[in-house]
């Protein structure tokens, strides 16, 4: 059964029994699932006083930017497809009054207002919007007890919501993709793209965007800092846009910097190399990374010394109806890019009873710092919740939420559209496990069908509001 009905509405509103004066002012309070999420933002958030802080460069506007930017954090939650498709909302009154204006304002104008607001606006004031509601959630102890190990991960992945030949912006970055012409002739075609490098906190029952770093252009990338050194797979010469390690590196500091709290970045194969173990290790993080290339130390040395041997560790997973085979080697040195131990994990996972997954599937991993600590077992469990960031976060995103949409064509302002989503994706994330506490993942498998129907009741809701409205004459 579907969670959002079996589970009892506990503070919907309904409309009240007895006299219209004893009756709840639902205008005011906003009805069902919407007016329920909006009073949480607000009671454990203060959602309103986090957008007052949003600022912008245009000159005497008429709509300030903590309104259009909350705009956009409702576009963000209610998965409005398009700006185009947000006009007529403009001037409704229950969307003017989800934007807590004044009962006399009859528009938010025209739409284009948002594109160029968000093309202005100080990317610090909106980008604390978002970090202020995790950073809450941690005051409030949401995070204290972490997950294996009692450690806290951060997942982190290169993502790239869109690709155009057509159109692009000064902040695209660019490469060459094999096309076919009008005549079938196949021919060399640029293709502008944004790519970015997303940092996420995984957990057993829900996760969240923390942090988000773009790819710079040759034009607009920091100068290279000389002792850096060439990052495997990116020994490109300084006039190159940006690879994904040099982004990931300046991303990591600054999520280090702004949640000091947590253990363990994870990550895939592409961070498997010295520069990147060093920078974990220079902020105290530990790392677990997936490691590949056979032919690349340490993975090399460990599986000369595994060889042929069987497994240390065995296991049999009763609830998934897995075995587990694990090895194990601590200490190795032989990554000449790495100064310290780093220990090598190989875990091989078996179905005996499917005979859908014949083949076993194998995990390779390096374990670092703090990380280094976990059992072989709990290290997998780790490395194979490093799906949560492409499942939960850029898979979802794009088939649910409206994040590859090209709502403003401009980095700066693509930048400061995410940050709102990300804050609106935080505060819904919270809202279904803490408050509705009817989501964990365990609860069923597709979890988001679940939150689809949840924003279409709070779409409906938004609708139902305006029979509320008190009369404007
Ligand atoms: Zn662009």
Redesign the pocket.
């Known amino acids: 059964m579907d969670p959002v009905r079996r589970r009892a509405p506990t503070e919907v509103v309904e409309l009240a029994e007895g006299s219209v004066e004893d009756a709840p002012d639902l205008w005011r309070l906003g009805v069902g699932r919407l007016g329920q999420f909006t009073r949480y933002a607000e009671k454990v958030f203060a959602l309103t006083r986090r957008l007052s802080h949003v600022h912008d460069s245009r000159r005497k506007p008429n709509t300030s930017a903590p309104t259009l930017a909350r705009a956009v954090f409702y576009t963000g939650l209610l998965r409005i497809r398009s700006f185009n498709a947000l006009e007529p909302k403009f001037s409704e009154r229950p969307f003017l009054h989800l934007m807590d204006l004044p009962k006399d304002r009859q528009s938010l104008g025209c739409v284009d207002t948002v594109s160029r607001a968000l093309r202005v606006m100080d990317l610090e004031t909106v980008r604390r919007v978002s970090i202020g509601i995790v950073q809450q959630a941690e005051r409030n102890k949401v995070f204290r007890e972490g997950w294996h190990g009692a450690l806290r991960y951060v997942a982190i992945d290169g993502w790239e919501p869109f690709s155009s030949t057509q159109r692009?912006?000064?902040?695209?970055?660019m490469r060459h993709v094999r096309r076919k012409d009008g005549k079938g002739e196949p021919v060399l075609a640029e293709e502008?793209?944004?790519r970015y490098v997303v940092a996420m906190l995984i957990g057993p029952e829900f996760d969240l965007a923390l942090d988000i770093e773009p790819l710079r252009t040759k034009e607009t990338r920091p100068p290279r800092v000389p002792k850096a050194g060439k990052f495997r797979g990116e020994s490109l010469p300084r006039e190159e846009d940006e690879g994904e390690l040099t982004a990931a590196i300046r991303l990591i500091r600054r999520v280090k910097e702004t949640y000091g709290w947590i253990d363990v970045v994870v990550a895939d194969a592409l961070y498997a190399n010295g520069p990147f173990l060093t920078t974990l290790k220079d902020l105290d993080l530990g790392g677990v990374i997936v490691a590949r290339k056979d032919a690349d130390e340490p993975l090399k040395a460990a599986l000369r010394v595994w060889g042929a041997r069987p497994a240390q560790q065995e296991f049999d997973d009763e609830e998934r109806e897995e075995h587990l085979e694990l090895w194990d080697i601590v200490g190795l040195e032989t990554l000449s890019s790495y100064d310290g131990p780093i220990r090598v994990v190989r875990g091989r996972v078996t179905n005996p009873n499917s005979p859908k997954h014949t083949t076993p599937k194998t995990w390779c991993m390096f374990l670092t710092g703090k990380a280094a600590r976990l059992t072989a077992r709990k290290a997998l469990e780790v490395v194979r919740a490093r799906w949560h960031i492409e499942n939960t976060g850029f898979h979802q995103w794009t088939t649910r939420w409206k994040f590859d949409h090209v709502f403003v064509?401009?980095?700066d302002g693509?930048l400061a559209l995410y940050w709102l989503f990300f804050a609106a994706f935080n505060v819904l994330t919270f809202f279904l496990y803490r408050q509705l506490r009817s989501y964990g993942r365990a609860r069923g498998k597709d979890v988001t069908r679940t939150i689809s129907r949840l924003i279409d009741e709070m779409q409906d809701d938004l609708a139902r509001l305006g029979a509320f409205a008190p009369d404007s004459s």
């Open positions: 692009h912006c000064e902040q695209c970055l502008y793209y944004h064509r401009d980095g693509l």
